[in-house]
């Protein structure tokens, strides 16, 4: 590991914007593709939401933890986790257009977008105790002087 940051916020969906500053500014250093920090930020973004939307329900509450880190070899590694209400059927949570919220108001698709941005992603969970998203990416060679 070269760098690692931890954040901690409120679970308020304006911090959501700001954990997507957050880890572009933090990612920054290793120079990635607009391309990469486009699908970086939105995949935060599904993460957060998913921990205030369904793990805090919406109660503004909860605390988020954000970590991120990186290594020599341009490996991005990013955790959002909550103590919220868990997840009780993680495969489930999982399939595309599946969602605990409001149809109407919620697409179903956040963990198809963290999978489709990212190499891996590995999600654990205990009801009543919470989740953790970890998410991993390779980033390209970067930008050629």
Do not use: W
């Not at 341009?74 to 495969?91: A, F, H, P, Q, Y």
Request: with cysteine; hydrophobic share 35%; charged share 25%.
């Amino acid at each position: 590991m070269v760098n690692k940051i931890k954040i901690e916020f409120l679970s308020l969906s304006v911090n959501e914007s700001f954990a997507r500053t957050a880890v572009a500014g933090f990612f920054s250093e290793l120079d990635p593709t607009i391309e990469e920090i486009a699908e970086i930020k939105t995949s935060v973004s599904e993460a957060v939401s998913n921990a205030i939307i369904h793990g805090y329900k919406n109660q503004p509450t909860g605390i988020v933890t954000l970590e991120c880190s990186y290594d020599e070899e341009r490996k991005i590694t990013i955790s959002v986790e909550d103590t919220g209400v868990g997840i009780e059927d993680i495969e489930k949570a999982r399939e595309p257009l599946f969602t605990t919220g409001s149809p109407e108001e919620r697409a179903g698709m956040g963990f198809t977008v963290m999978e489709s941005f990212t190499d891996h992603v590995e999600v654990t969970s205990n009801l009543g105790e919470g989740t953790r998203v970890l998410m991993i990416k390779k980033l390209d060679a970067g930008y050629e002087l």
